[in-house]
């Protein structure tokens, strides 16, 4: 059943399910707790899951779904691929710092020392400069940096200090110099001007608490916001203001949007589901359903080449920790 979202009415329409699941990648019986962030190296076939409590990011092949080795961290949180140089980049939020890995051999090139709490991040490709949330509560600092971090060198070029303890997901539009950054702690979004690294205002969220994850439509003018009370928050990018919020299920920690598709997948832990929705026009969102994936299940990754989405389920039940691979329908 799909749900449209216009004007404040609700019209209802008979639908087959948005994603079908295609195949699942089992993991070790040893991996264990909440999963944070995958990445993807399509050159190599790689899928990279972040199993942020078992102290490790596991490397799949994406070909075979088969489980190729472990990565060691303390505490890891996001990962980012660059086939350019084959190198993986992983923050360590225990020992507060960004590692870099060789993509062939897995060994460790360069640690790049941030604050303890190193969390989520944000690549920006025509800089090769990577943003990193960091610092914060888990630091004892009623406020948090942003770093700014030249994946290249690898070398910290700035710190951009943003008041509140926490920080969650960012997102960089591609059209210009803008990074829009989840401060949680405040519940807003902080406008970051990427150019002169400074903080240039604040559009507070009132649709929805606990802001974590995020995506955009540029084409649209439409940013995404994902909320863990479970709302969507739809702003206007020109004016900064909320226009809608989209129900979803709680204690979401990714938002994928699909430009080609006009999809938004938000992927929610609370209710181990992936909410789809269609989007009509800039001011209308069809519901496409609810896609069912496991108990936890709060983290995801589009893959537009693949027209595919993967979802990382933990241990639940007696039953391994697996990604589910899904095909968009």
Known sequence: MATLFLSGQLVA????????LAT??????????RFDHLGIDMGGNRL?????????????DLASGKFIRAIKVDHPHAV??????????????????????????????????????????????ATHYLYIDNGGDNAHETFTMLSV?????????????????????????????????NNPAKNEVEVIDRKTNKLVTSWPVKLGKGNATMALDESAHRLFVGCRSGAIVVFDLQTG???????????????????????IYGTSGGTGAVDVYKE??????????QVPTGPGARTGEWEPK????????????????????????
């Open 13 to 20: 329409a008979q639908t087959a399910a948005p994603l079908k």
């Open 80 to 125: 980012l691929y660059r086939e350019d140089l084959n190198h993986i980049y992983i923050t360590d939020e225990g020992k507060g710092v960004l590692n870099i890995y060789d993509g062939k051999t897995y060994d460790l090139l360069k640690s790049v020392q941030l604050k303890v709490d190193t969390d989520s991040i944000g690549y920006d490709p």
């Open 306 to 329: 693949l027209q595919r989405y993967f979802v990382a389920v933990p241990q639940h039940e007696g039953t391994n920790a697996e990604v589910q691979e899904y095909q968009m329908q």
């Open 149 to 181: 971090v030249d994946t290249i060198t690898g070398t910290k070029l700035a710190d951009i200090k943003v008041d509140g303890d926490t920080l969650e997901a960012m997102a960089l539009e591609k059209s210009g110099d803008r990074l829009f950054l």
């Open 241 to 263: 203001k909320e226009l809608q919020s989209l129900p979803i299920g709680k204690g979401t920690d990714d938002l994928m949007f699909d430009p080609a598709n006009k999809r």
């Open 24 to 33: 699942k990648y089992e993991m070790p019986a040893s991996v264990k707790g």
């Open 280 to 289: 009509t026009d800039p001011d209308h969102y069809e519901s496409l359903g």
């Open 48 to 60: 990279f899951v972040v199993g942020e409590e078992a102290a490790q990011v596991l490397v799949f």
